[in-house]
Nanobody
Framework: QVQLQESGPGLVKPSQTLSLTCTVS??????????WSWIRQPPGKGLEWIGY???????FYSPSLKSRTSISRDTPKNQFTLQLSSVTPEDTAVYYC??????????????WGQGTQVTVSS
């Protein structure tokens, strides 16, 4: 019953901010067993983890993207969002949201959205 769905513009101009929303159903994003991640996959490349927001609202980002990334949440809507600023064509990718289980000794992304294509182009 757990489902995640990404939404947002598919085309963003260089230097602008990429903004995506993940709508979660079947579980509350404040459930203390899980965190909530954003992950992306550029064309022809592997998966790249962007960051997460915890059930408490605390965030943690990939060091390579930290300066440009902001993850937030809207708990009444059971949604969390990604904002990636100052985008370039290198940010073109399929963007996924996913549920993260993290014990302190291991982690796994057990549920994923279907992904949404975001193209950065003028």
């Amino acid at each position: 019953q757990v489902q995640l769905q990404e939404s947002g513009p598919g085309l963003v101009k260089p230097s602008q901010t990429l903004s995506l929303t993940c709508t979660v159903s079947g579980i509350s994003i404040t459930n203390k067993n899980y965190y909530w991640s954003w992950i992306r996959q550029p064309p022809g490349k592997g998966l790249e983890w962007i960051g997460y927001i915890a059930y408490s609202g605390s965030t943690f980002y990939s060091p390579s993207l930290k300066s440009r990334t902001s993850i937030s949440r809207d708990t009444p809507k059971n949604q969390f969002t990604l904002q990636l600023s100052s985008v370039t064509p290198e940010d073109t990718a399929v963007y996924y949201c996913a549920r993260l289980y993290y014990s302190g000794s291991y982690y796994t992304h057990g549920y994923w959205g279907q992904g949404t294509q975001v193209t950065v182009s003028s």
